[in-house]
C-alpha cells in the first residue's frame, strides 16, 4: 500500500523543540515534493512547509520562518520538520503530504498534493 506516515509528535513546553518525521511506504519520495500542513482545533488547515526533492528548494508559511526547517534525507528515503521555539499557537494536528511531481504550483494548497498522511498531534503548553 502506497501511503506516506509521519511520526515525533508530542507535548512540549513552550520554547521547547520537535522533530516529525515523514516516511513513504510503498514508493520512493524521489521527484516528489513533499510537504507539511496543521490543523489546530477550530481554524482552517494550513501549509507549514514544502521541500522538493530534486533540489532541495524549500518553502515555509511566514509564521514558522526561522523557527521550523524542512530537510530531506534521501538514504533513508525521509522527511523531517525540526520545529524550535515553539509556541501554544504551534499546537495542531501535522500531516505530511506529498505530490508526485518535482514542484507543486501553489505549495500550500491541500488538493496539490496526492498523497496524505493520517497526522500527528503537536501540543504545546505554555
Known amino acids: 500500500e502506497v501511503q506516506v506516515v509521519e511520526s515525533g509528535g508530542g507535548s512540549v513546553q513552550a520554547g521547547g523543540s520537535l522533530r516529525l518525521s515523514c516516511a513513504a511506504s510503498g514508493f520512493s519520495f524521489d521527484g516528489f515534493a513533499i510537504g507539511w500542513f496543521r490543523q489546530a482545533p477550530g481554524k482552517e488547515r494550513e501549509g507549514v512547509s514544502c521541500?522538493?526533492?530534486?533540489?532541495?528548494?524549500?518553502y515555509y508559511a511566514d509564521d514558522v520562518k526561522g523557527r521550523f526547517t524542512i530537510s530531506i534525507d534521501k538514504n533513508r528515503n525521509m522527511v523531517y520538520l525540526q520545529m524550535n521555539s515553539l509556541k501554544p499557537d504551534d499546537t495542531a494536528v501535522y500531516y505530511c503530504?506529498?505530490?508526485?511531481?518535482?514542484?507543486?504550483?501553489?505549495?500550500?494548497?491541500?488538493?496539490?498534493?496526492?498523497?496524505w498522511g493520517q497526522g500527528t498531534q503537536v501540543t504545546v503548553s505554555s
Open positions: 503530504v506529498a505530490a508526485a511531481r518535482y514542484y507543486v504550483t501553489d505549495w500550500s494548497q491541500w488538493s496539490a498534493y496526492d498523497y
Open positions: 521541500v522538493s526533492w530534486r533540489d532541495g528548494s524549500t
